[in-house]
Antibody, heavy 118, light 110 residues
Framework: LQLQESGPGLVKPSETLSLTCTVS??????????WGWIRQPPGKGLECIGT???????YYNPSLKSRVTISADTSKKQFSLNLSSVSVADTAVYYC???????????WGQGTMVTVSS | QSVLTQPPSVSAAPGQKVTISCSGS????????VSWYQQVPGTAPKLLIY???KRPSGIPDRFSGSRSGTSATLGITGLQTGDEADYYC???????????FGGGTKLTVL
């Protein structure tokens, strides 16, 4: 199983950050797994943004909930992240990952750096 | 400040043993499995320990995990220079309904 993030590396303040994670070697429709987005600001720790279950149920970090949408396109084996009204504080490396039912992220994408700047 | 508390840094000499603690509460570590991740700077985190004390295939038995009450511990024996990395604990929080990570611990092998 491999995961690969893609999307713009530069986003302007107040705009929407949009990223896609493409899954190869497995299905995102399985009821056995969740799929998640995690970010890491430069020099800082990891922060879970949210997770998607069975292509329809979502769980978002309360600190980001008002700005986050995670969705899936099962036909393309992709799930996506939209983060609205971004600011400089949203500058980070964004990872997608598979989450097991025991809340373990066992497979990670390589990450993609997103910079918020005008 | 993270809900899960880890020491910012630990250090030890090659061949020695080190432990990294992760302290939480009943809404997270106290009632849910703990995982540990290793992150070499510039790379994605890598799963080291899951379900408190299990190692994925390919992870050497120099790495071990344990949980007691609302705290968890990662142990590394026979330290190697290649073990220098940042280490994160992670678990579910049933009050926040989100996976939490500790603030991370930087391991230096002197």
């Amino acid at each position: 199983l491999q995961l690969q993030e893609s999307g713009p590396g530069l986003v302007k303040p107040s705009e929407t950050l949009s990223l896609t994670c493409t899954v190869s070697g497995g299905s995102i429709s399985s009821s056995s797994y969740y799929w998640g987005w995690i970010r890491q600001p430069p020099g800082k720790g990891l922060e879970c943004i949210g997770t998607l279950y069975y292509s329809r149920s979502t769980y978002y970090n309360p600190s980001l909930k008002s700005r986050v949408t995670i969705s899936a396109d099962t036909s393309k084996k992709q799930f996506s992240l939209n983060l609205s009204s971004v600011s400089v504080a949203d500058t980070a490396v964004y990872y997608c990952a598979r989450l097991l039912a025991t809340y373990t992220y066992d497979v990670w994408g390589q990450g993609t750096m997103v910079t918020v700047s005008s | 400040q993270s809900v899960l508390t880890q020491p910012p840094s630990v250090s030890a000499a090659p061949g020695q043993k080190v432990t990294i603690s992760c302290s939480g509460s009943s809404s997270n570590i106290g009632n849910h499995y703990v995982s540990w991740y290793q992150q070499v700077p510039g790379t994605a985190p890598k799963l080291l320990i899951y379900e408190n004390n299990k190692r994925p295939s390919g992870i050497p038995d120099r790495f071990s995990g344990s949980r007691s009450g609302t705290s968890a511990t990662l142990g590394i024996t026979g330290l190697q220079t290649g073990d220098e990395a940042d280490y994160y604990c992670g678990t579910w929080d049933s009050s926040l309904n989100v996976v939490l990570f500790g603030g991370g611990t930087k391991l230096t092998v002197l």
